[in-house]
């Protein structure tokens, strides 16, 4: 969480929102002063170990207890649906306290990814006139989307004064649009009357808010459709996030502390591995042996995207923040973009970089000044199609959550594909590591000509000159018990 070293008094009557406007229920009072900065708070209190709980009680003792809510217990999808339909008939009856208070809202989430994540589709989703931006707390262990935006990667403090300190930077943050992706997946129905995957085992994002209708199903297929705000992987990284996630399913007691959870998270980056991924796995295991890639750039054709076979792992990426605050993609010097039309990561762009790596060791070299994954290009829509090959599955993940996705045995086809969908905003500190393409003051490449031209030429010796490190990093569970 992040410090103010500022000395602003707080006060409370800034953030506090009346019960009769989160209450429909409710006595109305009259007002006198609108909140400068009124709020609306969602806590995993499962996640952190203890800290989520604890936050919880800490922010109903500062604020109106009835604008805290716990996830475990109330959806957000009801609960801002509820607020948003009382907020129309209080203005309906001429209540302007109650349009100021709409104007003005911003929401609180504390979780991990998993969890902030589905507080961005649940306002996505219900295509508010004037969406509210969202301010994270990092309760996770990787923290993508609280790092990318400025509001640290560790766990924060939980007493009153750690409280009031963040409340005051969500009052000065400013807002920042991010791309908001659209993914589809499509796969011929088994010939038993099941669910081709067990319905726990697929993202919280592709479940969430019934985004499939019966319009969606071709015949004899399954489709699911979802959303993602950061990164969809597949390949070795997520392979090892998913054990992970299934160890921690199993003995959710061994997971309450983000040192020891990034320990059990290299250790089983080793056992699976991935730190020597030509020796442990064989050629079929590879992106190029497992699908076909097409990408489509903006108002362009479709173009297939040749994958190096030494690719293991492939991230498309929306934010510059993977693996707990690393940048995959980096920024790309002059050379590059007139070579090859590539620029620096923008989250609203319209644009995903796509990265490659050959194992973990290739993913060390992000820890140096400019390292980088392979950079395989930036593209407004992306298209998987797996098809038979010598394995029957591979492993995916959403923003953290992942699954493991059969692969067909016969001639059928698996097919994901990614779109832009539109934005949402989100609450950006000073520290913010993001960067609007529209932003005149973020120059759209690297002016050091120097920094990446044997881009693939380093060898697996001068990676591990970058010694061990905390690199993909834990993802958040499907269960919201699990979603850290």
Not at 200 to 223: C, I, K, N, Q, Y
Request: proline content about 6%.
């Amino acid at each position: 969480m992040v410090d103010s070293n500022s000395e602003t008094v707080f006060l409370a009557e800034d953030f506090q929102i009346p019960t009769y406007i989160l209450k429909p229920e409710s006595e109305v009072v009259t007002a006198s002063n609108v909140p400068a900065c009124p709020v609306i708070v969602f806590i995993n209190s499962k996640s952190g170990g203890q800290l989520g709980g604890n936050l919880l009680v800490t922010f109903r003792s500062l604020l109106n207890e009835n604008q805290v809510f716990d996830l475990g217990d109330e959806a957000p999808d009801k609960v801002l649906h509820k607020i948003y339909v009382n907020l129309e008939k209080l203005k309906h009856n001429g209540d302007e306290f109650a349009g100021n208070i709409e104007k003005r809202l911003r929401l609180i989430v504390a979780g991990g990814d998993g969890t902030a994540g589905w507080l961005l589709g649940v306002v996505c989703d219900l295509k508010l006139s004037h969406p509210p931006p969202i301010a994270t707390v990092p309760l996770g262990t990787g923290n993508n989307l609280p790092f990318a935006f400025g509001w640290g990667k560790k766990n924060p403090g939980t007493d009153d004064h750690a409280v009031k300190s963040f409340l005051g930077q969500v009052k000065k943050a400013k807002e920042m649009k991010i791309d908001n992706w659209h993914i589809l997946m499509r796969m011929k129905a088994p010939k038993e009357p099941c669910d081709p995957i067990a319905p726990l085992e697929l993202p919280h994002s592709l479940h969430a808010f019934h985004r499939v209708s019966d319009a969606d199903e071709m015949e004899g297929f399954h489709t699911f459709r979802g959303g993602f705000w950061n990164y969809f992987s597949m390949g070795m990284d997520a392979q090892v996030s998913y054990a992970f996630h299934s160890e921690r399913k199993l003995h959710p007691e061994k997971f309450k502390n983000q040192l020891i959870n990034q320990g059990t998270y290299a250790k089983l980056g080793c056992t699976q591995g991935w730190f020597a991924a030509s020796l442990f796995h064989p050629s079929s295991r590879s992106v190029a042996h497992l699908a076909k890639v097409r990408i489509q750039k903006k108002q362009d054709q479709w173009e297939e995207l040749p994958i190096p076979n030494s690719i293991r792992s492939i991230v498309c990426l929306n934010l510059p923040s993977f693996s707990g605050g690393l940048n995959p993609w980096g920024t790309p010097n002059q050379k590059k973009k007139r070579d090859r039309g590539l620029t620096r990561p923008f989250v609203d762009d319209g644009l995903l970089e796509i990265v490659g790596f050959r194992d973990a060791w290739h993913g060390l070299v992000l820890l140096a000044p400019k390292g980088h994954g392979t950079r395989l290009a930036q593209a407004h829509r992306i298209r998987f199609e797996f098809h038979k090959g010598a394995i029957d599955h591979t492993y995916m993940r959403i923003d953290g959550e992942p699954w493991k996705q059969p692969i067909p045995g016969d001639d059928d086809t698996v097919v994901v594909e990614i779109s832009h969908l539109g934005q949402v905003n989100m609450l950006a500190t000073e520290n913010c590591r993001s960067r609007s393409v529209h932003d005149p003051t973020t120059p759209s490449h690297d002016d050091d000509e120097g920094d990446d031209s044997n881009e693939e030429d380093l060898t697996e010796e001068e990676f591990r000159k970058f010694g061990a490190a905390d690199t993909f990093k834990i993802p958040d569970g499907v269960d919201i018990s699990h979603l850290s």
